[in-house]
DNA sequence: ATCAACTTTGTTCGATCGACCGAAAATCTA
DNA sequence: TAGATTTTCGGTCGATCGAACAAAGTTGAT
């Protein structure tokens, strides 16, 4: 079976350059293409043979190495998904104690990902728009834990009236929302005059979801 | 030319009913069906045969009543937009005067409007997420305005200190990424168990952005 | 009734899609 | 170095796409 042992040591023979390259950088490259090629086109408008070619290689090399564009598409969203749960570990890394801390470093790290990552939104905006088996397979195998995880947290916080008042089941796509479509819809954005790509405006937009999700709720 | 006049009185000549459509039933399903495809699919996705199946008709009236999908496509997000535009005046009649009541009624009414029209949502979720000559007439002929209009609004309201500190740049995104995304992905939410098409879920969705969008910041 | 305008219907075209196959080339193992 | 394995590379297949065309049928005005 192809690649699922890697057990040389990927070395060039020394002295000599590799002809062909690893499989594990073909992957790796094709999985990148594909990540661009699916947020920019959707999952149907997404071209195997454009990707193979951003990628340096051929289209048949799909099927080599990922069987069927959905496999490529799954191990796409496995890649993006693991980048998220590590931006927000890493952000989140220095609250572990005070919960109010803690949401506030997660959204921040939720605006930073989207901003540098945009393709994991435009791929869930495309997908979620209409039922698929890849929409169950994202939702059963990534969605519903993050929502659970979220709500909880939510829901605690609530208790001790420090965070606005939203009801549980909108937070989720709310927050999201409000967070990622900025930096999903960049190309949009930039036609309007601004740019999502500008570093302190990314910190503004944290500093203004924090401001308005985390503070409680002022009788007018 | 086709359409352009109507003249007749599009009457089935007594007592007898009409064999063809008129025109203007013709076009109205067309763009019908071709709204929930393009949403669906995205640009590229959607099918004109299956979009001409769903209207009763055959893929070639396409090329009749609008010449190119692409036209057809204009002609949904015209529709679209009218749309949007008469939920917001409709919702924002009763406060002409009074600018924090009118944001309050144009927020309420665009969370009901993306609730009602998810449709608008998708579509240009689909489209902003790459550049493309129809992002472009989209942006020119809809999206600048109705953000020139949001941004003038909030600032103003700034002044007078009654509302939440948000970017400027950031503002229109955060407010329809918080206020559609959760209609937009209705599919994502139902696998989550969510019902983005309960109305007692969709006020308490308003009520949570105004409540959060329309309040003085506060300090921690 | 006639005729021009409008609408429908069926078909064809070239292009592109994902999947698939097999032989050649390179690499690794023994 | 010989043989087994991995990777490359070019090509083919049926399906579907948007666009286009040409008749044939329907309608309303004269």
Redesign the interface.
């Known amino acids: 079976m192809a690649g699922t042992p890697i057990t040389d040591s990927n070395e060039p023979a020394p002295g000599r350059t590799r002809r062909y390259r690893s499989s594990e950088v073909v992957r790796d490259a094709l999985v990148n293409a594909a990540i661009s090629e699916f947020?920019?086109?959707?999952?149907?408008?997404a071209s195997t043979r454009r990707m193979a070619e951003a990628a340096g290689t051929y289209q048949s090399q799909i099927k080599y190495h990922f069987n069927t564009k959905d496999e490529l598409w799954r191990r796409c969203l496995d890649r993006l998904l693991a980048e998220l749960d590590a931006t927000i570990a890493e952000a989140t890394d220095h609250s572990r104690n005070d919960p109010l801390a803690l949401v506030d470093a997660a959204i921040r790290g939720l605006v930073r990902f989207a901003a540098k990552r945009p393709q994991l939104s435009?791929i869930?905006?495309?997908?979620?728009?209409?039922?698929s088996d890849r929409?169950?397979w994202?939702?059963?195998e990534h969605?519903?834990q993050r929502?659970a995880l979220l709500t909880r947290a939510w829901s605690e916080l609530r208790k001790s009236g420090a965070v606005?008042?939203?009801?549980s089941?909108?937070l989720?796509?709310?927050?999201?929302?409000?967070?990622?479509?900025?930096y999903?819809?960049?190309?949009?954005?930039q036609?309007?005059g601004?740019?999502p790509s500008d570093p302190e405006?990314v910190e503004?937009?944290a500093?203004?979801?924090v401001?308005?999700?985390?503070?409680?709720?002022?009788t007018?």
């Open positions: 947020a920019a086109h959707g999952f149907n408008g435009r869930m905006m495309h997908e979620a728009t209409s039922p929409l169950t994202l939702v059963e969605s519903s929502q606005a008042p939203i009801d089941g909108a989720y796509h709310t927050l999201i929302g409000a967070a990622s479509l900025l999903a819809n960049a190309p949009e954005a036609l309007m601004v740019d405006l503004r937009h500093d203004a979801l401001a308005i999700f985390l503070s409680a709720p002022t007018r």
